[in-house]
């Protein structure tokens, strides 16, 4: 069966040895922005441009994707800042003030002539949002570490001046050809959930725990990556669910309906000398949110293409 929507490696001529992405990058920031409905294509060929442009430029350094919501708000364009540590961010801020190409791109004339503008004029004022999202290791942000899952002295690599997360595909044993991934994916389910104060350590345990029941009945279907909100709200979480395609939600669903062992994760009572309760409590009410993301490809939604506009 084809793939109707090509994956987000698709969007860049580097290739996939080289991109970075949601499993091998060391930070990951999400940029968000309301499109305006007239400029539903100018936008996203803006979108597409830099993207391309920094993936091109900073090999090993940075990979950018861009997405669309399919399902939420509709014209909410989503990049994706693969980077390799938190370092390179720099990198990044450099291009702004000395890559006079790159530079060139934000004060080019998008708008069509009689309409005129530059890219700032396609979007919503302030709705410009970036998120940091850091992978999530055992002992982050002081919480416990109750075995030898990850032992705290191999979390960072201190051989080179350089100190990096060690990046999400660590949290999973999926074999690498059956690794889905920002990158690879058909679609990308962004969840989030924040935390009550006195579950830090218990709810980040369900969450890699849920997370590798997926990994381990679903492999080469879904691949789930946990990653901690780095500048935003404290012990706010997130899980990002990499499905081969939009029915893979269903073998998703179907998972927690019919396997005994992944449900027994949701139903068992956690932390008992803090009260009896399962999962559940352990997080704000009302604070889970999924969002799902599909790679955007010329044409999506009716947008038109380079060579057309």
């Known amino acids: 069966m084809s793939t109707v929507i090509p994956p987000a490696l698709h969007q860049s001529s580097v290739p996939a040895e080289k991109l970075l992405h949601s499993a091998n990058s060391g930070m990951i920031v999400e940029r968000t922005a309301q499109v305006r409905g007239e400029y539903h294509s100018e936008s996203r060929?803006?979108?597409?441009?830099?993207?391309?442009?920094?993936?091109?430029?900073?090999?090993g350094v940075?990979?950018?994707?861009?997405?669309?919501?399919?399902?939420?708000?509709?014209?909410?364009?989503?990049?994706?800042?693969?980077?390799?540590?938190?370092?390179?961010?720099?990198?990044?801020?450099?291009?702004?003030?000395?890559?006079?190409?790159?530079?060139?791109?934000?004060?080019?004339?998008?708008?069509?002539?009689?309409r005129g503008g530059g890219w700032a004029g396609m979007f919503v004022d302030g709705s410009l949002r970036e998120t940091v999202l850091l992978p999530q290791f055992w002992g982050m942000y002081g919480t416990r570490v109750d075995d030898d899952r990850e032992r705290r002295t191999e979390v960072f690599e201190n051989d080179t001046a350089e100190v990096r997360l060690p990046p999400a595909r660590?949290?999973?044993?999926?074999?690498?050809?059956?690794?889905?991934?920002?990158?690879?994916?058909?679609?990308?389910?962004?969840?989030?959930?924040?935390?009550?104060?006195?579950?830090?350590?218990?709810?980040?345990?369900?969450?890699?725990?849920?997370?590798?029941?997926?990994?381990?009945?679903?492999?080469?279907?879904?691949?789930?990556?946990?990653?901690?909100?780095?500048?935003?709200?404290?012990?706010?979480?997130?899980?990002?669910?990499?499905?081969?395609?939009?029915?893979?939600?269903?073998?998703?669903?179907?998972?927690?309906?019919r396997d005994e062992s992944v449900r027994e994760i949701f139903f068992r009572e956690r932390s008992p000398e803090k009260g009896p309760?399962?999962?559940?409590?352990?997080?704000?009410?009302?604070?889970?949110?999924?969002?799902?993301?599909t790679p955007h490809h010329w044409g999506l939604y009716a947008t038109d293409t380079p060579a057309g506009g």
Request: aromatic letters at 12%.
């Open 170 to 257: 660590h949290q999973t044993e999926q074999p690498d050809d059956l690794l889905l991934h920002s990158a690879n994916a058909g679609i990308v389910l962004h969840r989030t959930a924040q935390i009550v104060y006195d579950f830090r350590s218990e709810a980040r345990e369900f969450a890699r725990e849920a997370a590798t029941a997926i990994n381990d009945n679903l492999a080469g279907e879904a691949t789930v990556l946990l990653y901690e909100d780095a500048f935003g709200p404290m012990d706010r979480i997130h899980w990002l669910i990499h499905l081969r395609s939009l029915g893979t939600y269903q073998r998703l669903l179907q998972l927690h309906v």
């Open 62 to 114: 940075a990979s950018v994707f861009v997405y669309e919501e399919t399902f939420g708000t509709k014209d909410m364009v989503h990049w994706l800042i693969h980077l390799h540590s938190m370092d390179d961010y720099e990198s990044l801020v450099r291009m702004g003030t000395e890559d006079e190409e790159y530079r060139a791109l934000f004060g080019r004339d998008w708008i069509p002539a009689g």
């Open 277 to 293: 309760g399962t999962w559940a409590r352990m997080f704000v009410q009302g604070s889970f949110q999924d969002t799902a993301l």
């Open 45 to 59: 060929k803006f979108a597409r441009a830099t993207a391309d442009y920094i993936t091109r430029t900073q090999p």
